[in-house]
């Protein structure tokens, strides 16, 4: 027994099915030995990596039709990676990153599932430094702005793997911190152009939220 549940769902995406493991519900919590502590991951935040959150099937959509051609692709805060399994499936070269202990479990288990072959992972944290990490031409994320300090954290982060004219894109529902991430990336160089996402998802429930776009002013 891992120490925590697990449930299976089907998410459509541009059509397409995805078979997905995620936690069976946010009150999961598993940390026998500590490496989610060490991180600096508290028991209230362990269980967001493992659920399928709104806007990933909004990123996840948008990278369904986005042209991969040529770029080296970071997704950041992963959680169950959805927009990386499109990405990977389309046969771009993606890489994944999350700072969770158990992220990379979920990504394997769910790359089986669908018959994919394995995804380059590579631990991440906002917060440090991670020099194995290189350079990306698109990096992505979704709902990545929850918590007051993320947005200055982020934006370094991102700063750090960007190549030359690399292009940002971040779908946010709406959280407050997001003025402040505009703001953040605005000091380090970047220009922001903001667009709705569509109100309606794919699965046929509401989405409020928004495409936050960057790239080097
Ligand atoms: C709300 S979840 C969103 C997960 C996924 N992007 C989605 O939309 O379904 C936030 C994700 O950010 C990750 N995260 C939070 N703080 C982080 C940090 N400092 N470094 C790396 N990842 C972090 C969490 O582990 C979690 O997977």
Not at 19 to 31: G, K, P
Not at 77 to 92: E, K, N, T
Not at 109 to 132: R, S
Request: aromatic residues 10%; charged residues 20%; neutral net charge.
């Amino acid at each position: 027994m891992p120490g925590y549940h697990v449930k299976f769902e089907t998410v459509t995406v541009g059509g397409l099915h995805y078979q997905i493991r995620s936690l069976l519900d946010l009150q999961q919590y598993a940390d026998p030995h500590g490496a989610a502590e060490r991180a600096g991951i508290s028991p209230a935040s362990w269980p967001l990596f493992g659920h399928i959150w709104p806007s990933a099937r909004i990123l996840a959509l948008a990278m369904h039709g986005f042209d991969l051609t040529g770029k080296r692709i970071l997704e950041i805060g992963a959680g169950l990676a959805l927009a990386s399994l499109v990405i990977h499936r389309r046969a771009g070269d993606m890489t994944v990153s999350d700072w969770h202990p158990l992220s990379q479990t979920f990504l394997e288990a769910n790359l089986q599932l669908n018959g994919l072959a394995p995804m380059k992972y590579q631990p991440g944290n906002w917060a440090g430094d991670n020099p194995g990490l290189g350079e990306f031409d698109l990096i992505i994320g979704s709902d990545v702005l929850y918590e007051r300090q993320q947005p200055e954290q982020l934006a370094r982060f991102i700063d750090r793997h960007a190549a030359p004219e690399a292009q940002i894109i971040i779908v946010d529902p709406d959280r407050g911190n997001r003025v402040g991430f505009c703001k953040a990336m605005a000091h380090l160089g970047y220009a922001c152009s903001m667009r709705p996402a569509g109100r309606v998802m794919e699965n046929g429930a509401a989405y409020k939220g928004r495409f936050l776009n960057f790239s080097e002013a």
